[in-house]
């Protein structure tokens, strides 16, 4: 999949639709720049792991390597949002 971008005066371009769907890049989303051989390569940094609700169940999304347990501290997060004694 290719496109073709016009630079604008301020050195702004826009990622066509298409491909920001094809990769999922969101208002925000952070990408990694490099120059090699007179071409300019652009790829989505790595993301750190997200929890997310889909349909009543916790799916992990992530790129690159998994540090840590997301989902441990999604449960963490809620339970200290949760008054009460029982907590750990």
């Given at each position: 999949m290719g496109a073709y971008l016009e630079i604008d005066r301020f050195g702004r371009s826009l990622i066509p639709r298409?491909?920001?769907?094809?990769l999922a890049l969101q208002p925000g989303a952070?990408?990694?720049v490099e120059?090699?051989?007179?071409a300019i390569h652009l790829r989505p940094a790595a993301r750190d792991a997200q929890?997310?609700?889909h349909h009543g169940c916790l799916i992990l999304s992530a790129d690159g390597v998994i540090?840590?347990?997301p989902v441990q501290d999604l449960r963490n997060e809620r339970l200290?949002?949760?008054?009460?004694?029982?907590?750990d």
């Open positions: 298409s491909l920001r769907d094809a952070q990408l990694e120059l090699e051989g007179g929890v997310n609700r540090t840590g347990d200290n949002e949760v008054p009460g004694s029982w907590k």
